[in-house]
């Protein structure tokens, strides 16, 4: 179902209410992360970004800094953001290393949350307690969370489970991509609904295609590696996993969460009040100048201001325990 024009006459005024009182209120512009971090605060904003990446230049593609990061945040009312790394071989261009995330970061811990990773590839981890040992010191360096865990294999594979019962260890969540490539699953999540119950004391984050086609009841094995256009079928693993589960969270970023409330806006709106203390909003931003739809998108829908306040900020902070 496409917004209707009642819904984009809303969103319309909605932007318009928001720009007028952005004009009332104290300029948020770039300046505002220095003046911020020299103040040892900053504005309040509208959201919390649970997934955004730094780059460096690879081929055509430019470099996104931690000083652009923090310009296209005040350019957008993001007040903090989680910057998270990428090192298995499936993952991207190049590995975003935990210790490069941390190193990019350290100037600007307020507002860039840095998160790091371990590939359950890597040989010499030393079991269990190395693996702790490990992701103890990323901790102590800063580190709020795990992720952006993109490794190719099945979601519940033993090596994975031993990396989860870790992060479980030293309280982190982890943030993980699903798709046809990387932590496969079947229709219906069975993969992660075993990672889910033997992990109870772990809080989860799905993200990517495989996760959020699975709101759709009628979901097919192609379909968990693509963008499903028709309308949601009920009974969705996302929302029986959420009823069931109280350590599994959504997150809106990329193409794939805006497709998941773009397909069927009656659907899911009613989804974003139904599951509002579970869902984060995010962006995947990942180049300087990307388009990012969740923005128009979630402000063209009608929510409680509660709900929306949830969604945008609150519960990235309750979850991550960040000061605003």
Not at 113 to 141: E, H, Q, W
Not at 183 to 211: C, S, Y
Request: glycine share 10%; hydrophobic share 40%.
């Amino acid at each position: 179902m496409r917004i209707d024009e009642n819904c984009t006459r809303r969103s319309f005024h909605r932007r318009a209410a928001a720009v007028a009182a952005a004009c009332a209120a104290p300029a948020w512009t770039g300046a505002s992360a220095e003046a911020g971090e020299q103040q040892g605060k900053f504005p309040a904003g509208r959201f919390v970004d649970i997934h955004v990446h730094l780059g460096q230049p690879w081929n055509s593609r430019g470099p996104l800094t931690p000083e652009m990061m923090l310009r296209w945040m005040d350019a957008h009312q993001i007040s903090q953001a989680v910057v998270l790394s990428l090192i298995s071989p499936e993952s991207w261009f190049y590995p975003i290393t935990p210790q490069w995330v941390l190193e990019q970061t350290a100037a600007h811990r307020d507002r860039l949350i840095p998160f790091c990773s371990v590939d359950p590839r890597t040989i010499n981890l030393g079991g269990r307690k190395g693996m702790v040992d490990i992701l103890k010191r990323y901790v102590d360096a800063g580190a709020k969370g795990f992720g952006e865990h993109k490794w190719g294999g099945p979601i519940d594979d033993p090596r994975n489970l031993e990396v989860f019962q870790a992060c479980g260890e030293v309280s982190l969540p982890i943030l993980f991509h699903m798709d046809d490539a990387r932590n496969t699953d079947q229709p219906g999540l069975p993969g992660l609904e075993k990672v889910l119950r033997e992990n109870p004391n772990v809080n989860f984050i799905g993200h990517a295609q495989g996760w959020w086609a699975s709101i759709s009841g009628d979901v097919t094995a192609t379909q968990l590696g693509g963008y499903p256009r028709t309308a949601i079928a009920p009974g969705g693993a996302i929302d029986r996993l959420m009823e069931k589960y109280p350590n599994i969270f959504g997150d809106l970023s990329a193409g794939s969460g805006a497709n998941a409330i773009r397909r069927d806006t009656a659907f899911g709106r009613e989804f974003l009040i139904r599951r509002a203390d579970r869902l984060l909003f995010g962006t995947d931003y990942l180049a300087n100048g990307q388009g990012v739809p969740q923005f128009e998108l979630l402000d063209s829908i009608e929510l409680p201001d509660e709900v929306r306040h949830k969604i945008y900020r609150d519960n990235a902070r309750r979850l991550l325990g960040l000061e605003p």
